[in-house]
């Protein structure tokens, strides 16, 4: 079992930057495939970002790709989403998870197990 509780969200205007933290318990996380994914209001949540379990791999949605960086520390049970340069359209609630699937990165949010409650990111024009 997982639990991940996400920080760092807030109101942002466009051009600037946030870096969402996401803290996970368990002694395994380095095991695990993590992503950040995000749901606008209205929207089909959106795979945004996932790291491989030695960081090694990264995948990035092409909306955000050049402007967000995903890490990860495995000696503090973190991972991270450093969004720069954002756009009112980056608007929404974003959500770390854990995938326990084999492959190194994960992009469907159905093969992720385990989920935070998300923070809300809101981007002013």
């Known amino acids: 079992q997982v639990q991940l509780v996400e920080s760092g969200g807030g109101l942002v205007q466009a051009g600037g930057s946030l870096r969402l933290s996401c803290a996970a318990s368990?002694?395994?996380?380095?095991?695990?495939?993590m992503g950040w994914f995000r749901q606008a209001p209205g929207k089909e949540r959106e795979f945004v970002a996932a790291?491989?379990?030695?960081?090694?791999?990264?995948s990035y949605a092409d909306s955000v790709k050049g402007r967000f960086t995903i890490s990860r520390d495995n000696a503090k049970n973190t991972v991270s989403l450093q969004m720069n340069s954002l756009k009112p359209e980056d608007t929404a609630v974003y959500s770390c998870?854990?995938?326990?699937?084999?492959?190194?990165?994960?992009?469907?949010?159905?093969?992720?197990?385990?989920w935070g409650q998300g923070t809300q990111v809101t981007v002013s024009s």
């Open positions: 790291i491989s379990w030695t960081g090694g791999r990264t």
């Open positions: 368990g002694r395994t996380f380095s095991s695990y495939t």
């Open positions: 998870a854990a995938s326990r699937r084999i492959q190194p990165i994960v992009v469907l949010a159905s093969e992720y197990d385990y």
